[in-house]
């Protein structure tokens, strides 16, 4: 469990161990913490042609402190 909420990438490395107390080389984990973030305003374009999915939807989006989130995938 990550107990930050500072957004930024972390590095951990874990093993696990069997039952005879033997333990694994370690591996690399990358966590990444993304900012609690807010939709401020959006913006849409329908397709132009029916049954093509060619339209867009562009959200303007800040973090609770109103600083830009650059580069945040939003699913939707």
Known sequence: VIT????????YYV?????YGCESPK???IAVVH????IISSTSLNP???????GSIILNILDL????????????
């Open 4 to 11: 930050t909420n500072v957004a930024k990438q972390y590095t």
């Open 15 to 19: 093993t696990q161990t069997n039952s």
């Open 27 to 29: 591996s690399e984990i």
């Open 35 to 38: 900012p609690t973030v807010k």
């Open 48 to 54: 132009t042609i029916c049954g093509v999915p060619s």
């Open 65 to 76: 402190n109103n600083d830009a989130v650059p580069n945040i995938k939003v699913i939707v």
